[in-house]
């Protein structure tokens, strides 16, 4: 059984940034892959970043060079930094473990991109 806490939203201005925050209940040397995916209201859940066990990322082409994703095995926390924010990012984002076949979901912390 994993836990995971999401936070850091937030409403933020066109342009800003934001840093969202995963926490884990377990060792997170133990989950194979750790994503956010973001739910827009009306909208389907839809894939915004992984990150591998070693490291590797992958990222929606809608956020390359604007969301970087990174772990900190020390913390058992996966983060997701985002810059340059649009209104088209306003959405609940939720932090996805996956380990052992079983897919975990946070509870999703809303984002929201304003003027």
């Known amino acids: 059984q994993v836990q995971l806490v999401d936070s850091g939203g937030g409403l933020v201005q066109p342009g800003g940034s934001l840093r969202l925050s995963c926490a884990a209940s377990i060792n997170i040397n133990s989950i194979s892959h750790l994503a956010w995916y973001r739910q827009a209201p009306g909208k389907e859940r839809e894939f915004v970043a992984r990150i591998s066990i070693l490291g590797r990322t992958t990222y929606a082409d809608s956020v390359k060079g604007r969301f970087t994703i990174s772990r900190d095995n020390a913390k058992n926390t996966v983060f997701l930094q985002m810059n340059s924010l649009k209104p088209d990012d306003t959405a609940v984002y939720l932090c996805?473990?996956?380990?052992?076949?079983?897919?975990?979901w946070g509870q999703g912390t809303q984002v929201t991109v304003s003027s």
């Open positions: 996805r473990a996956s380990r052992l076949g079983i897919d975990y």
